[in-house]
């Protein structure tokens, strides 16, 4: 019996040392999709626009490019352990044939098919429906996802089936005994690939177009089927020649790391210095509460979360603008981060494209959305995950492999292989469509993140990667605000010069795009690596996002409103109504239901470790909610609310960058409901003090 045991490992570790790297792939695959159930829920947000009882399109063009991409990926991984194993897989019959190389080859083969049906399997589940074995004729017909499922635990053994049926198999091998259809089908996937990674590398409209109508899971699918190519390529030449090549081109991207000449992540820039005025906070809020006599002020807070928080406080936003214009006017500045600063960014750019109108204020929730809230819903129901992930599969992935740039650049040699451009250029091209912005025109998305002449003011915290300190940009000068909060620094600062006991002179620096520096406060990983603004004094300044240092942007709105109480006639003079919004895109449990409980299945990635560190940041939110409301309570400012969701009973609303049309419609549907909450009819902050105890300074 030990000896049986010990041929038997032998044997094992002798096949596994021949065919490592396919069935390593294969089984990475599968884990992403089947064991982790990590690219469950984007699957889900990809192909089902649809949820039970509420059903729009179902994505089937998108379905079958990414079944069809599982194949290609699939035959890729048989393809190549086949020839690492000496087998030749294009015979007519599988005489000679071992069980190792049964069992591995058919790993390599099934493992992709089999996470691609687990995945589907649990986003049918994630989407409110139940997997029945009785009923499954019916829901075959009736529920996409099932449907997939099935076919996709199905289909691979129909199709090694029809692969080795004998007319088929002669014909088959008849075919590749040509050269011409050797050469054919081992040269389509590189050729492909480069083709792929030069169209994803200059990125034009048409690249971002074609990245979302295949979806992401084609993308991660063809690339991985490239790397598993080449890698195996390597693997059998150095068999051939006797000589490693395969470990050195491995460690080719960590020896690059390792001499500093791997980074191509800089912040992209708008222009490498200019001279940008911009006023002290006090200042401007001063000349805004002059403007405003006896009208309220408002300050906004927008919490972090992927493209659901993005969604959610532009729709919050936006109904405000389309039904309420007169407190819209009266909003001063957003302190957003992550998702929120994607969001506040997009709807302060279409305060340029169509100004506010009229005096009206009715936030009655049965009311239709307007005309802006409409076209940002249309910019962010788009798929921002697909370029994002395009640019990173293709052009980046080649990058890996060659030097990016010197420690002490200003950008990387070749900046369009950054992954991030995918994400700004995804947020611009869907902007000027919403907006019908022709080619030529000037998009606000576009236009300088320091420069805006009236409020709404973004403040637009990021988190440096050494330190964890907030940096916030803003079209204020923040920098006076650091005589009481030194923690949190203006990000142009950065290039100022000091002036003595004065504040620092922070006109003259690198300039940056809005859609720039909003993706920037988004950096979350693994999708959007660290940004380098650059080196400083001889200190290398990286930021990701904004989230890791405070998710719900509070925490420098508060600075502000203490920096602004702290100025000499503040309360003497001004005595402003300060009106506070924190726009909260965590589903909550709706007032007098319970808690939904931990779902104890692993339908998206469920590390303990995250869970602690994802939950111990939304109790910080909490803690920061509640210092704004111990404001209110000191008779600080007027009103403080919070717009927040409740926890939907059929849609899961997710992280990440792409949205299905059920979820788009639910945080459209929530921002109403939420936003009439509050201020409902006759209840408006808009003549009158919540808090009898602060009234208005009095009129002239």
């Avoid at 159930?37 to 729009?56: F, H, I, M, P, S």
């Avoid at 945080?667 to 509050?678: D, F, G, K, T, V």
Wanted: aromatic share 10%; charged share 20%.
């Amino acid at each position: 019996m030990n000896h049986r045991i010990r041929d038997f490992i032998r044997a094992l570790q002798r096949h596994l040392r021949e065919a490592w790297f396919p069935i390593a792939i294969a089984g990475l695959m599968f884990g992403i999709f089947g064991v982790f159930g990590l690219a469950a829920g984007q699957v889900q947000e990809v192909l089902a626009n649809y949820t039970d009882g509420a059903r729009t399109e179902f994505a089937w063009t998108r379905a079958l490019v990414s079944v069809f991409a599982i194949l290609v990926f699939a035959s890729t991984l048989r393809h190549w352990t086949a020839r690492l194993l000496c087998v030749n897989i294009h015979a007519a019959t599988t005489d000679g044939w071992t069980g190792w190389h049964r069992l591995f080859i058919s790993t390599a083969w099934y493992a992709p098919w089999l996470g691609a049906s687990l995945s589907f399997a649990q986003a049918h589940v994630a989407s409110g429906g139940s997997l029945d074995w009785q009923d499954l004729p019916n829901q075959l017909t009736t529920h996409p996802f099932v449907m997939l499922t099935v076919s996709t635990a199905l289909l691979p053994w129909v199709l090694i089936f029809l692969w080795w049926l004998g007319p088929i198999a002669e014909y088959r091998r008849q075919v590749f005994a040509s050269n011409f259809a050797r050469f054919i089908s081992s040269a389509v996937l590189p050729l492909g690939f480069s083709a792929l990674a030069a169209y994803f590398l200059i990125m034009p409209p048409s690249a971002i177009e074609l990245s979302r109508a295949v979806g992401p899971v084609p993308i991660i699918g063809i690339s991985l089927a490239v790397v598993t190519a080449v890698g195996c390529y390597l693997i059998l030449l150095s068999r051939r020649r006797a000589f490693p090549v395969f470990t050195p081109v491995l460690l080719l991207p960590v020896v690059i790391g390792a001499f500093g000449w791997d980074d191509n992540h800089h912040i992209r820039r708008l222009a490498e210095e200019r001279v940008i005025e911009r006023p002290q906070i006090a200042d401007a809020f001063y000349e805004f509460a002059d403007a405003s006599s006896r009208e309220p002020i408002v300050l906004i807070s927008a919490e972090g979360g992927g493209i659901r928080s993005a969604h959610f406080t532009a729709m919050v936003l936006s109904r405000l603008a389309d039904h309420c214009p007169r407190l819209a006017r009266r909003i001063f500045a957003i302190s957003a981060v992550s998702g929120g600063a994607i969001g506040a960014a997009a709807y302060q750019a279409s305060l340029e494209t169509m100004p506010l109108e009229g005096e009206a204020c009715d936030l009655s929730e049965n009311l239709p959305p307007g005309p802006r809230q409409l076209a940002l819903d249309d910019m962010l129901s788009r798929d921002h995950l697909s370029p994002t992930l395009a640019k990173m599969a293709f052009p980046e992935l080649v990058q890996a492999f060659l030097p990016a740039g010197s420690p002490d650049s200003e950008s990387a040699f070749v900046p369009q292989t950054d992954r991030q451009l995918g994400l700004e250029l995804t947020f611009e091209q869907a902007y000027a469509d919403a907006f019908n912005i022709g080619a030529g025109q000037p998009n606000p998305m576009e236009r300088s993140v320091f420069e805006r002449a009236s409020p709404p003011h973004l403040i637009i915290n990021m988190t440096r990667a050494s330190t964890g300190g907030d940096y916030a940009a803003s079209s204020l000068d923040l920098s006076g605000v650091r005589q009481r909060h030194p923690w949190l620094h203006d990000f142009r600062c950065l290039w100022g010069e000091e002036r003595g006991d004065g504040p620092t002179d922070c006109s003259g620096a690198p300039d940056y795009r809005l859609s720039t520096i909003a993706a920037t406060s988004a950096r979350f990983p693994v999708i959007s690596p660290a940004g380098t603004a650059g080196r400083i004094n001889g200190h290398t300044y990286r930021f990701v996002d904004g989230g890791y240092f405070d998710n719900s942007g509070i925490e420098a709105m508060l600075a502000v409103v203490d920096h602004l109480r702290a100025q000499p006639d503040f309360e003497t003079n001004i005595r402003p109504r300060l009106i506070i919004l924190h726009i909260d895109a965590n589903p909550y449990s709706a007032e007098g239901e319970q808690p939904r409980p931990q779902q104890d299945r692993r339908l998206d990635l469920d590390i303990h470790e995250l869970q602690a560190v994802l939950a111990a940041r939304e109790e910080r939110v909490r803690m920061s909610f509640n210092e704004l409301e111990n404001l209110e309570g000191a008779l600080a400012v007027c009103d403080v609310q919070m717009i927040a969701m409740d926890t939907p009973r059929d849609i899961t609303l997710r992280l990440g960058w792409i949205l299905s049309d059920a979820s788009a419609g639910e945080l459209q549907r929530q921002a109403s409901i939420q936003l009439a909450r509050p201020y409902q009819a006759g209840d408006l902050p808009l003549g009158a003090c919540r808090n009898p105890n602060r009234p208005a300074k009095p009129s002239a």
